[in-house]
C-alpha cells in the first residue's frame, strides 16, 4: 500500500513538474509573440470587443499616441482622426484596403495612412488593425505623376510649335492685308478670324497649362462632376500634336450627357495615357473605339484598341511598376500603374480585357467611375 502512495505521489509530482514546465514555456511563447508584434515595423492595434488591448511601439510613432492611454479604451475614445479611421477598417469588407489623411506633418507635408482589419483566431472575440505610414510612398507617386505630366508635354513639343505656329502666322498675314488697306467688310472678317485663330492658340496652350501644373495631385484629387465625353475630346486634342504620322484615328462616342465624379485635371491624364497606349498598340490596324455605358450609379468607360491582342503573362503583369510592352526606349511602365492609381483615388478601377469581348481581337481598357450630376453634391443631399 505505501509502494502505491509512493508511486501516485512521485506521478503527481512528475505531472505538475511537466504542467510547471508547459506553462512555462507557454509564458515565454506567449512573451515572444508580444516582443514580436511590440517591433513589427507596421503598427499593429488588437481590439477586444472595441477596446485596445494591444497598441504596439510603431503605432505609437504613427499616432503620438502612447501605449498607457490607449490600453484598455474604447476606440471612440482615441483622439481624432482614429475614431473614425479605425471604423472604416473594422467595417471594410475582407480584403479591402483602407487610405486616410493624417493632416500634416511638422514641416507641412501631408500624412497618408493606409489601414487593414481581420480577425484574431483565438480568441473569436479579437480583431486586429494593421497600420502603415505610406507619406513618403505617397510623395514619390506625386513626383512621378508630376514628372509623367512634364514628360507627356515634352513629346508633344513638336505638334505644339505646329499649332501654335500655324495660326501664328495666319495672323501676321491678316494683319498685313488690314495694314495695307481694306474696306469695312474685310476689316470684320479680318478681325473675326484673329478671334478664331487666337481661341485656337489659347485652347493649346490652357490644355497644355492643365496637363503640366502640378496643382492636383493624387493623394488630394478634386472630385467635381467632368463631362467624360469632352475630357476625351481635349486628350484627342493633345494627342493630335504628337504628329506621328500614324494613320490610326479615334473615334470617340462617348455620350455627351454623362457626367463621372473625378478630378478634371487626373482625368486628363488618365485620358492620355490609355488613348495614347491604344493608338500605340493599334498600329495601322483601324480606329481606337471609346465609349460608355452608363447605369444608375456608376459610368464604364471602354477604350478599344484593334491591335494584336495581349496574351495571359502580359495582362498578369502590365499593371506592375516598369513592366512595358514597348520596345526599349519607348516606355518607362509606368503609365498604367499611375492609371490605376488615379483612379483608385477617385473611387474608381480599370481591368484589361484581351481579346475585346465578342470580337476576337484587341484590347479593351475598361475604366469604372462613379456616376455624377450637377445637382448631386456627392454628400448624398441635392
Given at each position: 500500500?505505501?509502494?502505491?502512495?509512493?508511486?501516485?505521489?512521485?506521478?503527481?509530482?512528475?505531472?505538475?513538474?511537466?504542467?510547471?514546465?508547459?506553462?512555462?514555456?507557454?509564458r515565454?511563447?506567449?512573451?515572444?509573440?508580444?516582443?514580436?508584434?511590440?517591433?513589427?515595423?507596421?503598427?499593429?492595434?488588437?481590439?477586444?470587443?472595441?477596446?485596445?488591448?494591444?497598441?504596439?511601439?510603431?503605432?505609437?510613432?504613427?499616432?503620438?499616441?502612447?501605449?498607457?492611454?490607449?490600453?484598455?479604451?474604447?476606440?471612440?475614445a482615441?483622439?481624432?482622426?482614429?475614431?473614425?479611421?479605425?471604423?472604416?477598417?473594422?467595417?471594410?469588407?475582407?480584403?479591402?484596403?483602407?487610405?486616410?489623411?493624417?493632416?500634416?506633418?511638422?514641416?507641412?507635408?501631408?500624412?497618408?495612412?493606409?489601414?487593414?482589419?481581420g480577425?484574431?483566431?483565438n480568441?473569436?472575440?479579437?480583431?486586429?488593425?494593421?497600420?502603415?505610414d505610406?507619406?513618403d510612398?505617397q510623395r514619390?507617386?506625386?513626383?512621378?505623376l508630376?514628372?509623367?505630366?512634364?514628360?507627356?508635354?515634352?513629346?508633344?513639343?513638336?505638334?505644339?510649335?505646329?499649332?501654335i505656329?500655324?495660326?501664328?502666322?495666319?495672323?501676321?498675314?491678316?494683319?498685313?492685308?488690314?495694314?495695307?488697306?481694306?474696306?469695312a467688310?474685310e476689316?470684320?472678317?479680318?478681325s473675326?478670324?484673329?478671334?478664331?485663330?487666337?481661341e485656337?492658340?489659347?485652347?493649346?496652350?490652357a490644355?497644355?497649362?492643365?496637363?503640366?501644373?502640378?496643382?492636383?495631385?493624387?493623394?488630394?484629387?478634386?472630385?467635381?462632376?467632368?463631362?467624360?465625353?469632352?475630357c476625351?475630346?481635349?486628350?484627342i486634342?493633345?494627342?493630335?500634336l504628337?504628329?506621328?504620322?500614324?494613320?490610326?484615328?479615334?473615334?470617340?462616342?462617348?455620350?455627351?450627357?454623362?457626367l463621372?465624379?473625378?478630378?478634371?485635371?487626373?482625368?486628363?491624364?488618365?485620358a492620355?495615357?490609355?488613348?495614347?497606349?491604344?493608338?500605340?498598340?493599334a498600329?495601322?490596324?483601324g480606329?481606337?473605339?471609346?465609349?460608355?455605358?452608363?447605369?444608375?450609379?456608376?459610368?464604364r468607360?471602354?477604350?478599344?484598341?484593334?491591335g494584336?491582342?495581349?496574351d495571359?503573362h502580359?495582362?498578369?503583369?502590365?499593371?506592375?511598376p516598369?513592366?512595358?510592352t514597348?520596345?526599349v526606349?519607348?516606355?518607362?511602365?509606368?503609365?498604367?500603374?499611375?492609371?490605376?492609381?488615379?483612379?483608385?483615388?477617385?473611387?474608381?478601377?480599370?481591368?484589361?480585357?484581351?481579346?475585346?469581348?465578342?470580337?476576337?481581337?484587341?484590347?479593351?481598357?475598361?475604366?469604372?467611375?462613379?456616376?455624377?450630376s450637377?445637382?448631386?453634391?456627392?454628400?448624398?443631399?441635392?
Amino acid at each position: 500500500m505505501n509502494y502505491l502512495v509512493a508511486m501516485l505521489i512521485f506521478l503527481v509530482l512528475l505531472l505538475s513538474a511537466a504542467l510547471i514546465v508547459a506553462l512555462s514555456r507557454v509564458r515565454r511563447l506567449r512573451g515572444t509573440q508580444r516582443a514580436t508584434l511590440e517591433e513589427l515595423p507596421t503598427g499593429l492595434c488588437i481590439l477586444e470587443q472595441q477596446r485596445v488591448v494591444q497598441w504596439n511601439d510603431h503605432l505609437v510613432q504613427i499616432s503620438g499616441i502612447t501605449a498607457e492611454r490607449a490600453m484598455g479604451n474604447e476606440v471612440a475614445a482615441l483622439p481624432a482622426p482614429w475614431p473614425a479611421a479605425f471604423n472604416d477598417a473594422l467595417t471594410a469588407k475582407p480584403g479591402d484596403v483602407i487610405k486616410r489623411s493624417l493632416g500634416e506633418d511638422p514641416n507641412g507635408n501631408p500624412r497618408w495612412l493606409i489601414l487593414h482589419s481581420g480577425p484574431v483566431p483565438n480568441p473569436a472575440q479579437r480583431r486586429f488593425v494593421l497600420v502603415e505610414d505610406i507619406s513618403d510612398y505617397q510623395r514619390l507617386q506625386d513626383e512621378l505623376l508630376h514628372n509623367e505630366r512634364l514628360a507627356s508635354v515634352g513629346r508633344l513639343a513638336a505638334g505644339v510649335a505646329h499649332e501654335i505656329g500655324n495660326p501664328v502666322t495666319g495672323i501676321a498675314c491678316i494683319a498685313q492685308n488690314l495694314v495695307d488697306g481694306a474696306d469695312a467688310v474685310e476689316v470684320e472678317q479680318g478681325s473675326a478670324e484673329i478671334l478664331k485663330q487666337t481661341e485656337r492658340i489659347n485652347r493649346t496652350v490652357a490644355a497644355l497649362m492643365q496637363l503640366s501644373h502640378p496643382g492636383s495631385s493624387s493623394d488630394n484629387p478634386q472630385c467635381l462632376p467632368c463631362n467624360l465625353a469632352d475630357c476625351v475630346d481635349e486628350a484627342i486634342h493633345l494627342l493630335s500634336l504628337k504628329l506621328d504620322g500614324t494613320a490610326t484615328r479615334f473615334d470617340n462616342r462617348c455620350d455627351r450627357e454623362v457626367l463621372v465624379n473625378a478630378d478634371a485635371q487626373l482625368l486628363l491624364q488618365v485620358a492620355l495615357n490609355l488613348l495614347d497606349n491604344a493608338h500605340s498598340a493599334a498600329s495601322e490596324e483601324g480606329d481606337v473605339l471609346v465609349t460608355s455605358v452608363a447605369d444608375d450609379d456608376t459610368v464604364r468607360w471602354l477604350i478599344d484598341n484593334p491591335g494584336p491582342p495581349m496574351d495571359s503573362h502580359q495582362l498578369s503583369q502590365v499593371f506592375e511598376p516598369f513592366y512595358t510592352t514597348k520596345d526599349v526606349g519607348e516606355g518607362t511602365g509606368l503609365g498604367l500603374p499611375l492609371v490605376r492609381s488615379m483612379l483608385e483615388d477617385m473611387d474608381g478601377s480599370i481591368q484589361l480585357l484581351s481579346p475585346i469581348p465578342g470580337g476576337g481581337f484587341g484590347t479593351r481598357a475598361q475604366v469604372t467611375l462613379r456616376r455624377a450630376s450637377y445637382a448631386t453634391d456627392f454628400t448624398g443631399q441635392t
